[in-house]
Structures are given as C-alpha cells and as structure tokens.
C-alpha cells in the first residue's frame, strides 16, 4: 500500500475554483483501479492550504492514473489556481515493532 499525500497552496480567491475541480473528480478518482482512499483536508491555519491523502495499491497504480485521461484534465486545472508550488510525496507505513531494534 502506497500513501500519496499533495499539498497545494492556492490563490485565495481561487479556492472555489479548486473546490469544485475536486468535487466534480472525486468520485472518479476514488474509481481508478488501484484507488483505495481519498480525502481532502484543509489546513487549520491557512484556510487557501489544502492536501489531498490517498491510497493506493502500488507505485504502478499511482503511476497509472498520472497518466490516465482524467489526470490530465483535473492536474493542469488545478495548477493553474496555485500560489505556489506543490509538494507531493509519497510514503509506506512502517509497524515500528517490526524494525531493528537501532532504527526503532
């Protein structure tokens, strides 16, 4: 299981624009084959913040909606309402009982 989280800052008069990118995509997204969860969360500080969190099967599946149809329509909508550059990152869970005990 891969954890993909994308923090984008946007034009605050924007933000509508971008609500509604995402509300009109969700659904679509969470049907990608590989798409395991999405959510959208909002910074507590700085309300034009926001980070999508999603899940997916495998760096393939990720990989595999990037290039998808539906990526390339929802992706450059929404850079065009940034304020600055988006950071993306993408990570596994580790079960820290299951690591050595010097990286623990």
């Known amino acids: 299981m891969l954890t993909r989280i994308v923090r984008m800052t946007f034009i605050p008069e924007r933000v509508p624009e971008f609500l509604q990118i995402f509300r009109d995509s969700e659904q679509q997204i969470r049907h990608m084959p590989g798409c395991r969860f ?3 969360w909002q910074d507590a500080d700085e309300p034009n913040v926001f980070c999508t969190h999603s899940r997916w099967d495998s760096a393939d599946a990720l990989n595999a909606y990037r290039r998808s149809e539906l990526f390339g329509q929802v992706w450059p909508a929404t850079k065009t309402l940034f304020a ?10 580790v079960d ?3 690591l050595p005990a010097d990286l623990a």
């Open 96 to 98: 820290a009982a299951s």
């Open 38 to 40: 999405l959510e959208l």
């Open 84 to 93: 600055a550059a988006p950071v993306a990152f993408s990570v596994h869970q």
